[in-house]
């Protein structure tokens, strides 16, 4: 079994002030908690929070600070694992690895089914495991706590007939294999069903914006009248604009897509991308701490039953998303980091 990769090196480490320390003979990302009377460090609960892509902007700039703040209030440990690429095997094993350690709970990024198996040893092995972005339904995860992906698809869809006037070909690139991305399509399909756009192709990124350029130039060239493309993560927005600068069709096509940078959300003002879905990742990745640690600490029972057998936790949690167009941008602008 492989080793738990290093995450957070270089600038992601630099850019958050997050301490890199041993686990044994590995190397992980530690999210201390900031507090004149804490715990000594070995007494401290642990937490993990585990993605592939674990480098990925989005997470540093988001996912991150929300778990220092959880660690901060709870006065526990979270350290972050993961590969930093697309890296299923890779992800599996850790996780695998991560629940041998038996921690005080473990969130993780549901980002393909084949991780249910992995999610499901946790829970055999006592460890609390919750999803949070995307969900394991499938998985006997304890909870889900994120946005709803089929809310996400609906959202995009009706920016794109916004700005299309509902009216002509439309593509989708996303990581097609991603249950949460599936349940995104799934909203974008039914939502322009009915109406004057069509859909001629739903394109796999892998995840990664050079990836999207390649994929949106091959959709330009397939495809010279297509009206709008709409890209379902994180780094699809990045590679689709990238493509049409290039291409000389900034505007002709209209673009959805969803939050990356701070700097990302430019192109909205500059009018390269005319919507942009923020998922609130803040909230769920900073809840899906505290969910854990109230599983471990809250006492309730529910109708007298262990907490095993009836979590005393919600099954389900949709912290909801907002909509970034040219009308609220300068507002977002004004209070995002330096872009």
């Known amino acids: 079994m492989r080793k738990l990769p290093a995450i957070y090196t270089g600038i992601a480490i630099a850019a958050l002030t997050i301490p890199v320390i041993g686990v044994a003979s590995r190397a992980s990302a530690h999210v201390a908690p900031h507090t004149a009377r804490a715990q000594p460090r070995a007494s401290r609960e642990t937490y993990y929070w585990i993605s592939q892509n674990s480098t990925l902007p989005l997470f540093a ?134 109406t004057g756009l069509r859909l001629v192709a739903n394109e796999d990124d892998g995840g990664a914006a050079p990836q999207a350029a390649t994929v949106t130039a091959s ?29 000389g069709k900034v505007g002709k096509v209209k673009v959805t897509a969803m939050e990356q940078t701070p700097q990302f959300f430019t192109t909205v003002a500059k009018g390269q991308v005319q919507a942009i879905i923020i998922q609130k990742r803040e909230l769920f990745t900073y809840y899906a701490i505290k969910l854990l640690y109230d599983y471990n600490h809250n006492g309730l029972h529910i109708a007298g039953l262990s907490k095993e057998s009836a979590p005393p936790i919600p099954q389900n949690v949709d912290t909801g998303l907002l909509v970034v167009t040219k009308n609220n941008i300068n507002q977002i602008l004004a209070h995002l980091p330096s872009h």
């Open 61 to 194: 700039a988001h996912d991150l600070p929300a778990l220092r703040a959880a660690a901060k209030q709870l006065g526990v440990n979270v350290r972050v694992a993961g590969p930093t690429t697309i890296d299923l095997p890779g992800f599996i094993s850790t996780i695998n690895e991560v629940c041998a350690q038996h921690p005080a709970g473990v969130t993780v990024v549901g980002w393909d089914p084949s991780l249910a198996a992995a999610v499901n040893t946790c829970i055999g092995e006592g460890v609390p495991t919750v999803t949070d972005d995307a969900d394991l339904p499938n998985s006997k995860r304890l909870a889900f706590i994120g946005t709803n992906w089929y809310q996400i698809g609906v959202a995009q869809a009706q920016a794109m007939i916004s700005a299309t006037g509902g009216k002509g070909e439309v593509a989708m690139t996303s990581i097609i294999n991603a249950d949460n991305m599936k349940q995104a399509v799934a909203g974008f399909k039914a939502t322009i069903a009915g």
């Open 219 to 247: 959709l330009l060239a397939a495809h010279p009248h297509l009206a709008g493309i709409a890209g379902f993560d994180s780094e699809s927005g990045a590679g689709i604009v990238r493509a049409l600068i290039e291409a």
